[in-house]
């Protein structure tokens, strides 16, 4: 009676913990997802460089596949992301930096760490932390 006590309990909290914006939910990131945006942030010559790069109309689409391969079809030019091509991937908690004791959603493409953020149906992908580009994306 007491290991089922547990049980129940147990169940009713893991339950209860998860809902559709799992981190650590590698289907979180899996999927076809269109390149909407690129974001800037930072300083330059000693003014904001702040920006925003639309990609909206451009058909640019990340293929995050289940085997590790990130496809990344119609840039047809480029953009401050990746080029057409297949790159590898992997999707889990990390660190930015070898002496930062805290782990956190990283998603690393070839040796590239991107921060893992997902906002309101969008997946950003941020590597503003060492001046780069967060990258916004919407579901396909």
């Known amino acids: 009676m007491r290991n089922f006590l547990f049980l129940v309990v147990l169940i009713i909290f893991t339950s209860a913990?998860?809902?559709?914006?799992?981190?650590?939910n590698v289907n979180s990131v899996q999927g076809d997802w269109k390149l909407e945006e690129a974001r800037f942030y930072g300083l330059e010559g000693g003014?904001?460089?702040d920006g925003i790069i639309d990609y909206s109309n451009q058909?640019?689409?990340?293929?995050?596949?289940?085997?590790?391969?990130?496809?990344?079809?119609?840039?047809?030019?480029?953009?401050v992301g990746y080029s057409n091509g297949i790159y590898l991937y992997n999707f889990g908690l990390d660190h930015l930096t070898f002496d930062d004791n805290n782990?956190?959603?990283?998603?690393?493409?070839?040796?590239?760490?991107?921060?893992?953020?997902k906002i309101n149906q969008k997946m950003i992908l941020k590597q503003?932390?060492?001046?780069?580009?967060?990258?916004?994306?919407?579901?396909e």
């Open 103 to 117: 782990q956190i959603p990283l998603v690393k493409i070839n040796d590239s760490k991107w921060i893992y953020e």
């Open 128 to 139: 503003s932390y060492v001046d780069g580009p967060d990258l916004v994306f919407v579901k």
């Open 47 to 49: 003014a904001s460089s």
């Open 17 to 24: 913990c998860s809902n559709d914006n799992d981190l650590l």
């Open 59 to 79: 058909n640019i689409v990340y293929s995050f596949q289940q085997n590790g391969t990130l496809l990344v079809t119609g840039t047809g030019g480029s953009n």
